[in-house]
């Protein structure tokens, strides 16, 4: 049963630090970061904070972000570069592989100290598909054990490849799974997302349920809502995009249908002129969308060409309050591509966002701020943030004891499942 306990108990949420949060492999932050001896960034998770670097040796590491002296952050930043990893309260200082090097007036200390003890504390980490996962359990499976048939599945898409065009976090009034049952299911897109009907058909998706906790979907996309009459003419959301590849919509005027088979063959056909390569994709994937829920807070939205990651992390004390990362990615045309594109029957329409050359800054701000239209995080997205503070408060009501959840909602049954598995100690 999904009780409302497990949404707004203090208790429920401290229970989560001992059996879930330190017993599951979580997504840190990406590889890019951390390319160069020097580079760090910061992951802060609940109640602790994690240290990730590159060290001279081009080694990605973990370390709790806690000096070895009286317990301060060493980095308070988000990210950056340093020569040395130097606590800022007493100078404590360690190199990128987390070893002490220095400890101002050392003689004073009775005994001396011992840097071997009093190094940064590691953190198991590994780095799949650009991505840096930590694990704080040093008796848990490999990365890749834990992901399961996942690796498998998305290896196709080239993740890795992918650039970073836009990091955002929002502060949201709910339980951190709240928001993230709701990418959980398709049960409510109908009511709250109109705009998807127009290409894709969640009606028919395909769910899949996965060991550990995790859960996908696979959606049918540049088509039409199957419980909609069929228009005679592609969509708006839908003629946009096919005009990206050179295709006419008024040549799909009484056969909307087609679109998505000959977006396919399109794709394939123009791809590497555009300086994309498809080789690894079967048909479907260059049309489709998939998402891959990995347990317990990470969330992996695929297209060809791009990809969402987006992350729920609770507040350390209150179970009413979270924050919602997601970070936005783009496939880049490889090589020569404007020059191939010459000899191209159409013009390519460039996204704006080819032109980042710098990593973006992240952007924080309230769910008050998308609510009042001073922030978007796309329209999809901002319509859940509408909507995901009315979802926590009802499970404070004395109206409300458990969820009854329908098939289109196995997702999320399966994810609760594991969710009280780890809970009962695995």
């Known amino acids: 049963m999904i009780t409302a306990e497990r949404y707004i108990s203090p208790e429920y949420l401290a229970a989560e630090w001992e059996h879930v949060w330190p017993k599951a492999w979580l997504f840190a932050g990406m590889a890019s970061d951390v390319a160069e001896p020097g580079e760090y960034f910061v992951f802060n998770v609940g109640r602790e904070s994690l240290l990730v670097t590159c060290d001279d040796e081009l080694e990605v590491a ?12 060493v980095m308070v930043n988000d990210r950056g570069w340093v020569k040395n990893l130097v606590c800022p309260y007493h100078g404590w200082t360690y190199s990128h592989a987390g070893d002490l090097t220095v400890v101002p007036d050392e003689d004073r200390f009775a005994g001396g100290v011992s840097c071997a003890e009093r190094s940064l504390k590691p953190v198991r980490c590994e780095v799949w598909g650009g991505m840096v996962w930590i694990c704080m359990d040093d008796d848990g499976p490999p990365l890749h054990d834990f992901l399961g048939p996942l690796v498998d599945l998305i290896a196709p898409y080239r993740l890795a490849d992918m650039t970073l065009v836009q990091d955002q976090t ?32 969640c009606p028919t998706a395909q769910i899949g349920l996965y060991p550990n906790g995790h859960t996908g979907v696979l959606i049918e996309g540049f088509t039409v809502n199957t419980r909609l009459p069929i228009p005679d003419q592609p969509t708006k959301h839908m003629a946009a995009q096919m005009r990206q590849l050179g295709m006419d919509p008024a040549d799909y005027t009484g056969r909307v249908l087609d679109v998505r088979s000959d977006v396919q063959r399109r794709r ?41 990651i987006m992350r729920a992390r609770p507040d350390p004390t209150d179970p009413n309050w979270c924050w919602w990362d ?76 458990t969820a009854l959840l329908n098939e289109d909602e196995a997702r999320v049954q399966h994810y609760h499942d594991w969710l009280d598995n780890q809970m009962s100690g695995g």
Not at 62 to 73: E, I, L, P, S
Request: proline share 5%; charged share 25%.
């Open 62 to 73: 973990a370390f709790y972000n806690v000096c070895q002296h009286r317990g301060a952050r």
């Open 170 to 201: 929002v502060r949201l009034n709910c339980n951190w799974k709240a928001v993230f049952d709701n990418f959980g299911e398709l049960y409510h897109v109908e009511h709250i997302h109109p705009q998807h009907a127009t290409i894709f058909d």
């Open 268 to 308: 394939r056909e123009v791809g590497a002129d555009l300086g994309y390569d498809y080789g690894l994709l079967s048909d479907e994937q260059l049309s489709d969308i998939v998402q891959y829920n990995v347990f317990p807070n990470t969330m992996l939205t695929i297209q060809p060409d791009n990809l969402l």
């Open 326 to 401: 997601k970070l936005t990615f783009l496939m880049m045309p490889e090589g020569d591509a404007a020059g191939r594109a010459g000899a191209l029957s159409f013009t390519p329409r460039p996204d704006p966002r080819h032109d980042t050359t710098e990593r973006p800054e992240r952007d924080e701000f309230t769910q008050e701020d998308i609510i009042e239209g001073r922030k978007t995080m796309t329209i999809t997205i901002d319509q859940d943030v509408h909507l995901i503070r009315d979802v926590q408060a009802g499970m404070h009501s004395r109206g409300f004891s």
